[in-house]
Nanobody, 121 residues
Framework: QVQLVESGGGLVQAGGSLRLSCAASGSIFSINGMGWYRQAPGKQRELVAGITRGGSTNYADSVKGRFTISRDNAKNTVYLQMNSLKEQDTAVYYC???????????????WGQGTQVTVSS
Protein backbone atom coordinates (compact mmCIF):
# COMPACT_ATOMS: atom_id res chain seq x y z
CA GLN A 1 0.00 0.00 0.00
CA VAL A 2 1.36 3.38 -1.05
CA GLN A 3 0.09 6.76 0.07
CA LEU A 4 0.88 10.28 -1.10
CA VAL A 5 -0.01 12.98 1.39
CA GLU A 6 0.03 16.62 0.35
CA SER A 7 0.21 19.67 2.58
CA GLY A 8 0.77 23.40 2.33
CA GLY A 9 -2.25 24.62 0.43
CA GLY A 10 -4.34 27.54 1.56
CA LEU A 11 -5.57 31.03 0.85
CA VAL A 12 -3.08 33.68 -0.25
CA GLN A 13 -3.29 37.11 -1.82
CA ALA A 14 -2.12 37.68 -5.36
CA GLY A 15 1.62 38.19 -5.43
CA GLY A 16 2.13 35.96 -2.42
CA SER A 17 3.84 32.61 -2.01
CA LEU A 18 3.00 29.09 -0.90
CA ARG A 19 5.04 25.93 -0.60
CA LEU A 20 3.40 22.58 -1.22
CA SER A 21 4.82 19.30 0.03
CA CYS A 22 3.95 15.73 -0.89
CA ALA A 23 5.34 12.77 1.03
CA ALA A 24 5.13 9.22 -0.23
CA SER A 25 4.93 6.40 2.29
CA GLY A 26 4.18 2.72 2.49
CA SER A 27 5.55 -0.11 0.40
CA ILE A 28 8.08 1.74 -1.74
CA PHE A 29 11.01 0.15 -3.54
CA SER A 30 11.83 3.04 -5.84
CA ILE A 31 10.34 6.28 -7.14
CA ASN A 32 11.04 7.61 -10.60
CA GLY A 33 9.30 10.75 -11.80
CA MET A 34 7.31 12.95 -9.44
CA GLY A 35 5.13 15.86 -10.36
CA TRP A 36 2.44 18.35 -9.53
CA TYR A 37 -0.82 18.74 -11.41
CA ARG A 38 -3.72 21.08 -10.87
CA GLN A 39 -7.39 21.20 -11.70
CA ALA A 40 -9.48 24.33 -11.65
CA PRO A 41 -13.29 24.19 -11.58
CA GLY A 42 -14.67 23.24 -14.96
CA LYS A 43 -11.23 22.55 -16.41
CA GLN A 44 -9.17 19.48 -17.09
CA ARG A 45 -6.32 18.43 -14.85
CA GLU A 46 -3.05 19.83 -16.18
CA LEU A 47 0.63 19.26 -15.50
CA VAL A 48 2.23 22.07 -13.55
CA ALA A 49 5.75 20.73 -13.04
CA GLY A 50 7.64 17.46 -13.10
CA ILE A 51 10.99 16.24 -11.82
CA THR A 52 12.98 13.10 -12.52
CA ARG A 53 14.85 11.12 -9.89
CA GLY A 54 18.02 12.75 -11.14
CA GLY A 55 16.61 16.24 -10.75
CA SER A 56 15.71 17.22 -14.30
CA THR A 57 12.66 19.46 -14.31
CA ASN A 58 9.97 20.66 -16.67
CA TYR A 59 7.27 23.29 -16.20
CA ALA A 60 4.05 24.44 -17.78
CA ASP A 61 4.61 27.69 -19.64
CA SER A 62 2.14 29.45 -17.36
CA VAL A 63 4.29 28.89 -14.25
CA LYS A 64 7.83 29.16 -15.62
CA GLY A 65 9.89 31.62 -13.64
CA ARG A 66 7.39 31.63 -10.74
CA PHE A 67 7.22 28.01 -9.54
CA THR A 68 10.08 25.71 -8.57
CA ILE A 69 9.79 21.96 -8.14
CA SER A 70 12.29 20.02 -6.04
CA ARG A 71 12.54 16.67 -4.30
CA ASP A 72 14.27 14.94 -1.44
CA ASN A 73 14.85 11.35 -2.46
CA ALA A 74 15.86 10.31 1.05
CA LYS A 75 12.47 11.49 2.34
CA ASN A 76 10.42 10.39 -0.69
CA THR A 77 9.09 13.93 -0.82
CA VAL A 78 8.43 16.40 -3.61
CA TYR A 79 7.95 20.13 -3.14
CA LEU A 80 6.46 22.96 -5.15
CA GLN A 81 7.53 26.48 -4.27
CA MET A 82 5.00 28.89 -5.74
CA ASN A 83 5.90 32.58 -5.92
CA SER A 84 4.17 35.58 -7.49
CA LEU A 85 0.87 33.76 -7.32
CA LYS A 86 -1.97 34.88 -9.58
CA GLU A 87 -5.70 34.41 -9.35
CA GLN A 88 -5.53 32.01 -12.27
CA ASP A 89 -3.33 29.71 -10.16
CA THR A 90 -6.39 28.91 -8.04
CA ALA A 91 -7.03 25.17 -8.26
CA VAL A 92 -6.78 21.88 -6.44
CA TYR A 93 -3.16 20.75 -6.65
CA TYR A 94 -2.36 17.04 -6.85
CA CYS A 95 0.97 15.31 -6.59
CA UNK A 96 1.80 12.27 -8.65
CA UNK A 97 4.62 9.76 -8.31
CA UNK A 98 5.77 6.84 -10.41
CA UNK A 99 6.43 4.12 -7.83
CA UNK A 100 7.50 0.49 -7.79
CA UNK A 101 6.56 -1.35 -4.60
CA UNK A 102 9.18 -4.06 -5.06
CA UNK A 103 11.96 -5.04 -7.42
CA UNK A 104 9.54 -7.38 -9.16
CA UNK A 105 6.45 -5.20 -9.37
CA UNK A 106 5.65 -2.83 -12.22
CA UNK A 107 5.62 0.91 -11.73
CA UNK A 108 2.35 2.59 -11.06
CA UNK A 109 1.33 6.22 -11.01
CA UNK A 110 -0.04 7.14 -7.59
CA TRP A 111 -1.99 10.29 -6.77
CA GLY A 112 -2.38 12.34 -3.65
CA GLN A 113 -5.76 13.46 -2.36
CA GLY A 114 -5.27 17.05 -3.51
CA THR A 115 -4.79 20.33 -1.68
CA GLN A 116 -6.70 23.51 -2.40
CA VAL A 117 -4.82 26.65 -3.39
CA THR A 118 -6.88 29.82 -3.56
CA VAL A 119 -5.38 33.11 -4.71
CA SER A 120 -7.42 36.21 -4.01
CA SER A 121 -7.13 39.60 -5.66
Amino acid sequence: QVQLVESGGGLVQAGGSLRLSCAASGSIFSINGMGWYRQAPGKQRELVAGITRGGSTNYADSVKGRFTISRDNAKNTVYLQMNSLKEQDTAVYYCNADIASSSRSPRYGYWGQGTQVTVSS
